[in-house]
């Protein structure tokens, strides 16, 4: 085994002296919720992303379960997502009573395949929940084909896709609901939060109500108007918020600078990398992921590489297959091909916006040395 004290963490916020002047600021303010600094941070949203409307809420989480919401899914319904995703984009429509039912994915996108989608649809479908996964646009357009077709909702996971875009247009303003997420380890972060995106005035108005217990605009504080939630961002994390999108451009392009970085490293390494930009697809990068060769042992590999101080993560598993799933539905092996191979056998290497070059050199002599 080789020893090491050299350590290159998978992920890692920028957090620089302006998101300390501002989250100071907010907290001498005394305001630390329902303050000024939430709808500074949404306007700054709607201007970095062109959406027309934004809600900011506690996390990614909390604002896909809104969207189930605005979505009208109720119990008995069924919702369609990838298997290929975080468990919150299936888990969304299980607290709102629905089922969450699978589509195949697409190898190479590692996004839902349409024609997949389209295929599990039944007389109990309600709405679509399709993620960006990686950062990388899904299928947008067939995507809305098909739930027009079928008198579907579009839900956009787009937790890790912020400064992405699709045909042109940046992800979260192409008018359907569209979920960003700003735990630490994505683009941007405000410790913990999210946001909904949206064009509908009435939509948004609606999540406003429902993030704050169901509060109408024209009510007082005791007085709920429906069955809502405490999902509210603090002004705290809001004022995170501001000073990350001050610099979004800058992060977003140094993450895009250590993506070429690696591709050039691994060149000549056996594994396969992140697909590559279209005319379609503009990704925004959020994780750097490398598909192993079929039978290579990964659980060995990631072994090793902590062995030389590398953090790598399998990266991710099939939700269908996680123990709470196959206890609920009886999911099993074999129901999704596709999705359950790319699962076995990508893993996420270090990757953050301020990634050290050496690091990053470091990172590919070690998986060079593990596949020797
Ligand atoms: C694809 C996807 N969906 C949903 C979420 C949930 O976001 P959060 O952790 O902010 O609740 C995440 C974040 O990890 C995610 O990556």
């Not at 972060?189 to 946001?195: I, K, L, P, W």
Request: hydrophobic share 40%.
């Amino acid at each position: 085994m080789t020893q090491t004290t050299r350590r290159v963490e998978l992920s890692a916020p920028w957090i620089d002296e302006r998101d300390e002047e501002l989250v100071l600021e907010t907290l001498r303010s005394g305001r630390l919720s329902l303050g000024p600094v939430g709808p500074r941070f949404e306007a700054a949203l709607c201007e970095a992303t062109g959406a027309q409307h934004a809600a900011a809420v506690s996390s990614g989480t909390a604002g896909l379960h809104l969207s189930m919401r605005l979505a009208h899914v109720q119990p008995g319904d069924e919702v369609v997502t990838s298997p290929y995703s975080f468990a919150a984009s299936a888990n969304c429509a299980i607290y709102e009573g629905a089922t969450p039912v699978f589509a195949e994915i697409d190898p190479r996108t590692f996004n839902l395949h349409p024609d997949a989608v389209e295929a599990v649809i039944t007389d109990r479908t309600r709405a679509v929940v399709a993620v960006d996964i990686f950062g990388y646009p899904c299928e947008l357009d067939p995507l809305l084909a098909v739930c027009e077709r079928h008198g579907l909702r579009l839900v956009e996971d787009a937790c890790e896709a912020l400064g992405a875009r699709y045909r042109g247009q940046p992800i979260g303003s192409h008018g359907h609901p569209a979920v960003f997420a700003f735990y630490p380890n994505k683009q941007m972060t405000t410790g913990e939060g999210g946001a909904v995106m949206t064009n509908d005035a009435r939509e948004h108005e609606l999540l406003v109500s429902l993030r704050n217990q169901g509060r109408l605009e024209t009510s007082s504080w005791l007085v709920h108007g429906r069955l809502g939630y405490n999902y509210r961002l603090d002004d705290i994390s809001a004022a995170l918020g501001l000073g990350q999108l001050e610099k979004l451009d800058a992060i977003l392009d140094a993450r895009r600078s250590v993506a070429s970085r690696y591709a050039e490293l691994l060149a000549d390494v056996e594994v396969e990398l992140p697909l590559a930009d279209d005319a379609d697809h503009e990704r925004s990068w959020f994780v750097y992921v490398v598909k192993l060769p079929s039978g290579v042992d990964r659980d060995a590999v990631i072994g090793r590489l902590s062995d030389r101080g590398v953090s790598a993560a399998p990266y991710l598993p099939s939700i269908h297959l996680q123990p709470y799933m196959r206890e609920r539905y009886g999911f099993r092996e074999g129901m999704l091909p596709v999705s359950e191979d790319c699962s076995r056998r990508t893993l996420a290497l270090p990757f953050h916006a301020r990634l050290d070059p050496d690091d990053q050199e470091y990172v590919v002599e070690a998986l060079r040395a593990v596949f020797a």
